[in-house]
């Protein structure tokens, strides 16, 4: 069935290094993924989107890399700062469903930053 | 340009009652989409709306849950006959045109809890 799903419920990075968030769907249709940030008792914040026509978008301090071939999402995070540390979200949006915002949430990988 | 806005933030039912959730979206975005979010879970699509239409409620139950957003005021996500399996966070998000083509904002969310 449909799934999208992360690697590692946490993460724990020094402050400084880089992060890697993980994720793997399982539906080859899906043509949009987006990564989320989601802080206590917040909604999620956009971080970072890709089609599935490329396979690396480049943001600020971060890059999201999409491997088509084994279905495998990841977001990196460059020196990581206290302020990174949240829940992550990989989300995907099927092949004709773009229209509809029916996104497919991962369960997140929460990302700790040791000072 | 304020953001999208949720309310109330937290809202406490005794089962049976009746939720009524508010969201207005961002200026100028005619698309809502609303999600829930379980603890320590993901979010889940339950409906997406245009001005006095819906446009996909595949993920929202068939019983008890409705939602409009009319042509004026904000988007109302009603939940009849509150049970305790109803409590979990339920965010929405706007954007001007369909999801994937442009940007989706989520509001701070409505923590619905019933005793």
């Known amino acids: 069935g449909e799934s999208v799903g992360l690697h590692l419920p946490t993460l724990s990075v020094q402050e400084g290094d880089n992060s890697i968030i993980n994720c793997a769907y399982s539906?080859?249709?899906?043509?949009?993924f987006i990564w989320y940030k989601q802080e206590s008792g917040k909604g999620p914040q956009f971080i970072i989107d890709?089609?599935?026509?490329?396979d690396k978008r480049q943001g600020q301090r971060v890059t999201v890399l999409l491997n088509k071939t084994v279905k495998h999402l990841s977001l990196q995070i460059a020196a990581t700062q206290p302020g990174d540390s949240a829940v992550y979200f990989c989300?995907?949006?099927?092949?004709?469903?773009?229209?509809?915002?029916?996104?497919?949430f991962g369960q997140g990988t929460t990302l700790q930053v040791k000072p | 340009n304020a953001g999208v806005m949720q309310n109330p933030r937290h809202l406490v039912r005794r089962r049976g009652q009746e939720a009524r959730l508010r969201c207005s979206p961002m200026?100028?975005?005619?698309?809502v989409y609303w999600y829930r979010q379980l603890p320590e879970e993901g979010l889940k699509f339950m409906v997406y709306?245009?001005?006095?239409?819906?446009?996909?409620e595949s993920g929202m139950p068939k019983e008890r849950f409705s939602a409009e957003f009319p042509k004026e005021g904000p988007s109302i996500l009603r939940i009849q006959q509150v049970v305790r399996g109803d409590s979990a966070a339920y965010f929405c998000?706007?954007?001007?045109?369909?999801?994937?083509?442009?940007?989706?904002?989520f509001g701070q969310g409505t923590r619905l809890t019933v005793v």
């Open positions: 890709i089609r599935s026509n490329m």
């Open positions: 200026k100028g975005h005619s698309h």
């Open positions: 539906n080859s249709a899906s043509d949009y």
């Open positions: 989300a995907e949006n099927m092949a004709g469903s773009s229209n509809t915002g029916k996104l497919i």
């Open positions: 998000a706007s954007s001007t045109t369909g999801w994937g083509n442009t940007e989706a904002f």
């Open positions: 709306l245009q001005k006095e239409n819906i446009i996909d």
